[in-house]
């Protein structure tokens, strides 16, 4: 019987040896800065610093407070990257880092508009406003925020 136990004790050590590292993975903390290709240079920036990015033709801009980066990359692939971070799709050529956002306003016309710290505004596609409720953990107030 000892050596029964002995033996399934010694398989399910075996089998959470194997799964660890997975485990690991999952836990593992995002890292804090993003490196970017840069007219022949690596550039290390962090993404909280990140306002918006907007795409223009084949390229995106990177906005910071300060300053911009121009990229060649889909906007699709820098929002996939950049969605673990807070920033959410507004429009087919925007991205906004959550945290930056301000206000939200209705428009007429189904759009919404967007103003952002330091007084930026974007205008949020009716494609994209359902994206707008991931921007608190709670909405307080009466009625409806969004109309749907």
């Known amino acids: 019987?000892?050596?029964?136990?002995?033996?399934?004790?010694?398989?399910?050590?075996?089998?959470?040896?194997e799964a660890f590292p997975m485990l690991l993975e999952l836990v593992r903390p995002l890292?804090?800065?993003?490196?970017?290709k840069v007219r022949g240079r690596i550039v290390f920036i962090d993404p909280a610093?990140?306002?918006a990015v907007q795409a223009d033709g084949n390229y995106v801009f990177l906005w910071r407070a300060s300053d911009s980066y121009m990229l060649r990359e889909p906007i699709s692939a820098v929002a996939k990257k950049l969605e673990p971070y807070g920033f959410i799709r507004i429009h087919r050529s925007v991205l906004v880092?959550?945290?930056f956002v301000e206000e939200i306003q209705p428009y007429s016309t189904g759009e919404?508009?967007?103003r952002m710290r330091g007084g930026k505004e974007y205008t949020v596609s009716r494609t994209y406003k359902k994206n707008l409720r991931s921007l608190a953990?709670?909405?307080i107030g009466t009625g409806s925020f969004f109309t749907d």
């Open 1 to 17: 019987m000892e050596v029964i136990v002995d033996r399934i004790a010694r398989e399910q050590t075996a089998r959470l040896m």
């Open 31 to 36: 890292p804090v800065r993003v490196a970017l």
């Open 137 to 139: 953990a709670f909405w």
């Open 49 to 51: 610093d990140c306002v």
């Open 97 to 99: 880092n959550a945290s």
């Open 112 to 114: 919404y508009g967007i």
